[in-house]
């Protein structure tokens, strides 16, 4: 998956718990995403950086923060986990950020909030 | 507001057929169009991406169609084989909510091909 590692791969949580997913790129790509994947919704963009402590809002992104201190790392937090929130996340990569540029996508990290 | 429509059900089609799958869009005016194939329990694999400018591009056994009219495209397998076998997404160029242009993804049609 061109050099994009998502941990953990599958995780189980409480209500009420801080969740953090990590994305790992080895591609020196500017661009990272985070997206979630639910069955009838397609891809929605939760989060997005577009370098070194530069981040912005997606179309979902109320109850996720981002951060960002390398380039290569790109972490997805969900402060107060809610059931809503039980979904699969991938990590994707750009080099330009450009709508006309393919992405790259990790694996995949399987959430359950119960 | 910007929607994506793809068929939800499942496309079954007989080994050595053309698949064609069907991508509309309303509410968008997208310069770009991109193909993903996504396979159970990983993530999604780039394809193709057509211009708006463009009618038809191929790759392979692969072919996109884009008008802009319709607000359409179709995604083309020739030749099918069982490993073709995978959910395909369209996804077309449109504007997030922070107003950056940004691609957006259909929830994909699952195609199986018997062998």
């Known amino acids: 998956d061109a050099g994009i590692t998502q941990s953990p791969r599958h995780k189980v949580t409480e209500t009420g718990t801080p969740v953090t997913l990590r994305c790992h790129q080895t591609?020196?790509?500017?661009?990272m995403y985070w997206y979630r994947q639910d069955p009838g919704h397609g891809l929605r963009l939760i989060h997005y950086?577009?370098?070194?402590?530069?981040?912005d809002k997606g179309e979902v992104s109320d109850g996720y923060s981002v951060s960002r201190s390398k380039t290569e790392d790109f972490l997805l937090t969900l402060e107060s986990a809610t059931s809503s929130q039980t979904s699969v996340y991938f990590c994707?990569?750009?080099?330009?950020?450009?709508?006309?540029?393919?992405?790259?996508f990790g694996s995949g990290t399987q959430l359950s909030v119960l | 507001s910007q929607k994506i429509e793809q068929n939800s059900e499942a496309l079954n089609i007989q080994e050595g057929k053309t698949a064609t799958l069907t991508c509309n869009y309303t509410?968008?005016?997208?310069?770009?169009l991109q193909w993903y194939r996504q396979d159970p329990g990983r993530g999604p694999v780039f394809l193709l991406l057509?211009?708006?400018?463009?009618k038809e591009k191929r790759k392979e056994r692969l072919k996109v169609t884009f008008d802009t009219t319709l607000k359409q495209s179709l995604f083309h397998i020739t030749a099918s084989q069982p490993a073709d076998s995978a959910t395909y997404l369209c996804?077309?160029?449109?504007?997030?909510?922070?107003?950056?242009?940004?691609?957006?993804f259909g929830s994909g049609t699952r195609l199986q091909v018997q062998p």
């Open positions: 591609e020196n790509h500017r661009y």
């Open positions: 950086s577009y370098g070194v402590k530069d981040t």
């Open positions: 996804a077309p160029e449109g504007v997030v909510d922070t107003g950056r242009r940004a691609l957006t």
């Open positions: 509410n968008y005016s997208p310069a770009y």
């Open positions: 057509i211009r708006e400018n463009e």
């Open positions: 994707a990569i750009s080099d330009q950020g450009a709508a006309n540029e393919k992405l790259f």
